[in-house]
């Protein structure tokens, strides 16, 4: 028979109880700790073209010996690179490109920075302390605060069983340049890698989650088979490839699509022709439409696509870096109409379509809202208009495959469009 157990003093009980739960829970590191910590494995990477001139800065995270993760579009375009903090700098090569997701694993030789922790997966919390560390603007090993203010979408990345991976939201502060490089917790351990920051969001800023890190190998081993299967020869200038048709478009050129109204069933082919290239843009028919080379709108003046082009928001239907989850408004004036857009955008699922026989990968962007009359922000005299839109977007081309909008006016009038890419006319 056991012995009478004895009353545990309240301060002692108290005592005990607050050594269990710190021993139960790790400590959050001071900033200036973490950054001790963690510092030494965010590097800056610095890309250049054919001729060594300098193309894009960037950071990558230190994940394995000898490897470091960045995104996929810091390394746009290079013909070479480098990683560099300080005064020290390495050669750096492509291991396992994943552009569907923006992660891209370099590895490099005799290289001795440690790897950082990762955190475990589905660890991210709402709500939590988190802190960037990159390279923003070439200013090396820059180190922003803030909380994770969201998960974004479910984009695959969990396994058998696990919850899928989701887009981090933070307010912790990403400039150009920041991109590839680390987001941790208050434990110094990597939740995922920054990758954009949207434009006109405030401290909207969005990272990839490190769960996705893991699939790297398999994803990338799976692109590159994919692209050793296609045809003999067709990886030469003009003969339907992908290489051909993400090529930078050169005067001369012509992108080729085919506009369908669904109302009478119409088909007409549509061609944006390469006048001249000026610096970083890219004049169409005549002025009629420029585009950045990074696919942007900076101005359309003859809508030759339709809706696609009369209808399109400020900087046209896609924005660079887009992810599943994301969403925006857009609220707008048309062009050369007495119109008022007031839309919601919203980032779908990844799949593939074909164009001119090669196998590309896109996002769906879906958009809803309606049409106003710009003046006195009242709705057109038939009524509400509503006006509905979708687009299949290719980061690797940077453009709108395949755009479909439709709205209506009255009883008998409206429009319903579809407007597809078929060819890049070389």
Not at 4 to 9: F, L
Not at 32 to 41: C, H, W
Not at 346 to 354: C, P, Q
Not at 411 to 421: H, K, M
Request: glycine share 12%.
């Amino acid at each position: 028979m056991s012995g009478p157990v004895k009353a545990v003093p309240l301060r002692a009980a108290s005592a005990f109880l607050g050594l269990a739960l710190a021993a139960g829970a790790a400590a959050a590191l001071e900033p200036e700790v973490l950054f001790s910590k963690v510092s030494g494995s965010v590097w800056a990477v610095r890309t250049f073209d054919a001729q060594e001139r300098p193309l894009r800065a960037g950071s990558a995270v230190v994940i394995a010996p000898g490897r470091l993760v960045t995104n996929c579009h810091v390394l746009a375009k290079a013909s070479s690179f480098v990683i560099k903090q300080d005064n020290v700098t390495y050669g750096a090569t492509l291991e396992f490109p994943d552009p569907a997701r923006d992660l891209c694993q370099i590895k490099v030789a005799n290289f001795t920075a440690p790897p950082v922790a990762l955190a475990p997966a589905g660890s991210a919390r709402v709500g939590q302390r988190v802190y960037a560390i990159g390279n923003p603007r070439g200013l090396e090993n820059t180190l922003s605060e803030g909380i994770l203010s969201g998960l974004r979408g479910g984009t695959g990345g969990g396994g058998a069983g696990e919850p899928e991976a989701r887009l981090l939201q933070t307010t912790a502060a990403i400039s150009p340049g920041s991109s590839g490089g680390g987001l941790f917790d208050s434990e110094g351990r990597l939740l995922g890698i920054t990758t954009f920051a949207a434009r006109d969001g405030g401290s909207l800023n969005f990272a990839m989650p490190v769960e996705f890190l893991a699939e790297l190998p398999v994803r990338a081993k799976a692109m590159l088979e994919a692209r050793a299967s296609e045809p003999a020869g067709s990886a030469r200038r003009g003969a339907g490839s992908s290489v051909a048709l993400n090529e930078p478009l050169r005067a001369g050129d012509a992108l080729e699509y085919v506009r369908t109204d669904k109302l009478t069933g119409t088909r007409a082919t549509v061609i944006y022709r390469v006048d001249r290239i000026n610096g970083d843009e890219i004049v169409f028919n005549g002025g009629g439409k420029v585009e950045k080379t990074d696919g942007q709108v900076v101005s359309v003046t003859s809508p030759a696509g339709g809706l696609f082009d009369s209808s399109s928001p400020p900087g046209g239907w896609a924005r660079n870096n887009l992810l599943p989850g994301m969403r925006w408004q857009a609220n707008y004036a048309s062009a050369g109409e007495n119109q008022r857009y007031e839309l919601v955008a919203t980032v779908g699922g990844e799949r593939s379509v074909r164009v001119d026989g090669v196998e590309l990968q896109v996002l769906s962007i879906g958009y809803e809202g309606w049409i106003y009359a710009s003046s006195m922000s009242a709705p057109l005299a038939s009524g509400s208009v509503r006006f509905s839109g979708a687009a299949l977007y290719s980061p690797e081309l940077r453009r709108v495959v395949r755009f479909e909008a439709a709205y209506q006016r009255g009883i008998v009038s409206g429009g319903n469009e579809v407007l597809e890419l078929v060819r890049i006319q070389r």
